[in-house]
């Protein structure tokens, strides 16, 4: 009977494959009963377990009108006759339900899924865990790797004095908004300036939105529910030609670069990286053109050669190779910062005695500003001055617009003047006014 029942089983198709180890080959060994309805084994030629040959349980069952044989599991890896014969009955006990698994490779698959799940979820609660500070002190420096050092180097300075104490030891998930708020109160508290918390603020913003990037949480910054200071860092101080020449002077008797560079930013409106990023390749003389790329706006433009630039910068320079640049730093790089002989000679000039405001001092900046006010103040169009300047915007030059000779002022002294076809007391007795 028993052979009968071997030779039947042989019959069973086998929905899964094991991969628990190898079964022995057909010929080998022969199936036995178990002891267990629906339950067998095959005993291995030459893989022992203990005294004893190893064997290999299978189970077989039928469910939907398919025979099913399916490997259980070696006895030297702990598998035994009723743990396979508590499998199967679970699998009818399923059956009959209606209720998944209903055979042992499903069983499999769905235990492996939330194997996978639970590990998927415990990686995230672990993601989850990491602090703000741990996250800005590895990721999120690394992410800002490409900026100047200095963006670095101020941002650090920020998160030590302000963000790192509110929110450094927390995760993402519990800052709110209120924590936001507590940093803007702090530094208004040290009478920081209204630019620099809501350059504060955006560092905050970039560190959550780097992180979300990455995959540590799903929440918007919470610095969108906080209102930023308003502040207005429009430069309105430009130099006279008086306060040009006198500087110029200066700084031609101190350092011909920086007397080179500042002429450069009078007299074409260039910013000092631009200056600094100028090769010899961007120098057209023939054509008097500066060609000026990779721009604060991200766009290149051309700046303009004047008799001044000539014969003050060009003439004097020795041209270098097309990538050389015009004015490298002494280690031969592109230059980060003007020379602190800039900053010398105004205040030795006194251009900045007793002034506060920020706005109203001057820096090197001032003379790209001064470029613009000059050409305003001489008539040229908004539109062209913008153009010059590299403004993404016509609102950034209308800054300038109070500049022009044709001012609002002119415009408003139209009212002094009587409607055509009435005289002044006419308009007076209309108005209500009554005459002498």
């Known amino acids: 009977m028993a052979r009968a029942r071997d030779a039947e089983s042989d019959g069973f198709r086998s929905s899964v ?58 006895a030297s890896e702990g598998v035994k006759p009723t743990t396979a014969f508590h499998l199967l009955g679970e699998l009818k006990q399923n059956q009959r339900m209606g209720t998944p698994p209903f055979t042992l490779a499903e069983k499999r698959s769905m235990e492996e899924a939330q194997r996978q799940a639970t590990a998927e979820a415990e990686a995230q609660q672990e993601v989850e865990r990491i602090t703000v500070e741990d996250f800005f002190n590895g990721d999120y420096l690394k992410a800002q790797a490409g900026k100047k050092p200095g963006s670095i180097r101020r941002e650090r300075e920020l998160f030590d004095l302000f963000i790192g104490p509110e929110i450094g030891n927390k995760t993402f998930r ?193 003379c790209r500003h001064t470029f613009a006010s000059w050409l305003v103040e001489r008539g040229a169009d908004l539109f062209q001055v913008s153009k010059l300047l590299g403004h993404s915007t016509i609102a950034l030059t209308e800054r300038y617009s109070h500049l022009r000779p044709d001012t609002l002022k002119e415009t408003v002294k139209v009212l002094d003047q009587a409607p055509v076809g009435e005289t002044g007391t006419t308009l007076a007795f209309k108005s209500g006014l009554r005459q002498p």
Not at 19 to 31: A, I, N, R, T, Y
Not at 250 to 273: D, I, M
Request: glycine share 8%; aromatic share 8%; net charge positive.
């Open 17 to 74: 494959t094991t991969d628990l180890g190898q079964v022995p080959k057909k010929g080998k060994s022969v199936w036995k009963s178990a002891g267990f309805p629906g339950v067998r084994y095959r005993e291995h030629h030459t893989r022992r377990h203990g005294k004893m040959a190893d064997r290999y349980y299978a189970i077989r069952h039928r469910f939907q009108e398919r025979n099913f044989e399916e490997p259980v599991g070696w």
């Open 174 to 366: 519990e800052v709110s908004p209120f924590d936001v708020e507590r940093i803007k109160a702090k530094m208004a508290r040290t009478d920081r300036a209204p630019r620099t918390i809501q350059y504060c603020l955006a560092v905050v913003r970039q560190i959550f939105n780097t992180a979300r990037f990455q995959g540590l949480h799903d929440r918007e910054a919470p610095t969108l529910r906080v209102k930023k200071p308003k502040f207005d860092n429009k430069r309105v101080r430009h130099l006279t030609e008086a306060e040009a020449e006198a500087l110029l002077a200066e700084l031609k008797a101190k350092s011909l670069k920086t007397y080179q560079q500042t002429v450069l930013s009078l007299y074409a409106g260039l910013r000092f990286g631009e200056i600094a990023s100028l090769t010899w390749g961007d120098v057209d003389l023939d054509r008097g053109i500066l060609t000026l790329r990779d721009t604060k706006s991200g766009r290149t433009r051309a700046a303009f050669i004047t008799e001044r630039i000539r014969t003050e910068v060009f003439d004097v320079l020795t041209p270098g190779r097309p990538d050389d640049l015009v004015f490298p730093a002494r280690n031969g790089g592109k230059a980060v910062q003007v020379s602190a002989v800039f900053g010398r000679t105004v205040k030795e000039l006194g251009l900045n005695a007793g002034i506060t405001d920020p706005r109203m001092k001057v820096c090197f900046h001032s």
